[in-house]
């Protein structure tokens, strides 16, 4: 299991994912904020990125936070650096 923290911005044109530099991790969601439409849509867009179950992806903490922390279930932490690289801004 992975973990991952990141900022959540939500009100997007799109869903996207960008690490920055410095390894910072922002996912923009086009969900709003609200009755938690932003972190089911980031859930979503989190297991479609990773290849995994909607499921095997959890919310750890930031459940009203811009900052959050998620458990991804069945991906490993070499995995998730991959998948982080392929985002990377710099």
Not at 29 to 49: S, T, V
Not at 57 to 78: C, M, N, Q, R, Y
């Amino acid at each position: 299991m992975a973990v991952l923290h990141l900022k959540a911005k939500p009100n997007a044109r799109r869903n996207q994912l960008l690490v920055a530099p410095d390894g910072t991790v922002t996912v923009r969601l086009q969900a709003p904020a609200q009755d938690g439409k932003a972190n089911i849509c980031l859930l979503a867009y989190l297991a479609e990125l990773f290849g995994i179950a909607k499921s095997s992806v959890e919310l750890l903490s930031g459940h009203t936070a811009p900052f959050k922390k998620v458990a991804l279930h069945d991906v490993s932490e070499i995995d998730l650096q991959t998948v982080l690289q392929q985002y990377n801004t710099d």
